[in-house]
């Protein structure tokens, strides 16, 4: 991945609407309205989904554009898209995708994965659980696709499910530190948003990642942990 960018905190509109969700988080149990520090925390594991997400080579965009216009396959839909995401034009990258998404007969885990992605950015964070979960049954060893699903339902409020989804994504990325890094940031806000100060400390003091843009990531939410 996955899949993360340096933390841009901002508030999410209120979610003042009590909702229902599946089975697996409780079905017919109204969800309490996001407290302002739990929209900041969302907000801080959107922005933490990419490491290379602000970090695209001068002409990728450009380039990924006309591949997409002359051959606009899945795979340069993909491509162009994901770029279109990193950049904050989330409506144009959903508009590109959306088509492969949602046909069985292109749609893939990555293709999926990267949707839910597109779904986690405009805070339409039902449609990403959704897509999550399918890609989760094209490839139920996929660790992305399990933590995009810990993320999705985190930012409904069902945080001991988040917290159950990133344990599993950490043992399928076993061989893959970064994104292992990456589960264990987004695992601490969800303690965060949970009360959990002290867990969330511990975790994000442990983690070490080879990736110098996710360190500032984690350095970003131990400071902003501090002033809590």
Not at 149 to 154: A, E, H, R, T, Y
Request: charged share 20%; aromatic share 6%; net charge neutral.
């Amino acid at each position: 991945m996955k899949y993360l960018a340096l933390v841009s905190l901002f508030i999410l509109p209120s979610l003042s609407a009590c909702k229902t969700t599946p089975d697996e988080y409780g079905l017919g149990d109204p969800i309490k309205p996001l407290s302002q520090q739990e929209q900041v925390m969302v907000s801080a594991r959107n922005a933490a989904l990419e490491a290379k997400y602000n970090h695209i080579e001068k002409g990728a965009l450009s380039s990924a554009e006309k591949l997409y216009r002359n051959k606009p396959n899945a795979q340069n839909a993909l491509s162009y898209s994901g770029l279109l995401r990193q950049v904050n034009m989330v409506h144009e990258a959903q508009m590109i995708l959306k088509p492969f998404a949602i046909d069985p007969a292109w749609t893939s885990p990555s293709i999926l994965n990267e949707y839910t992605k597109i779904k986690l950015s405009i805070g339409d964070f039902e449609q990403a659980q959704i897509f999550a979960q399918e890609a989760m049954t094209l490839d139920d060893m996929n660790a992305e696709s399990q933590m995009l699903l810990g993320v999705s339902v985190d930012a409904q409020g069902h945080h001991q499910a988040a917290e159950n989804h990133f344990q599993q994504a950490l043992i399928k990325a076993n061989l893959n530190p970064e994104l292992q890094s990456t589960i264990n940031n987004n695992l601490a806000l969800s303690l965060l948003a949970q009360g959990k100060n002290d867990e969330a400390n511990a975790l994000l003091q442990k983690i070490n990642s080879p990736s110098s843009q996710q360190n500032s990531v984690i350095n970003a939410n131990k400071s902003f942990l501090k002033k809590l």
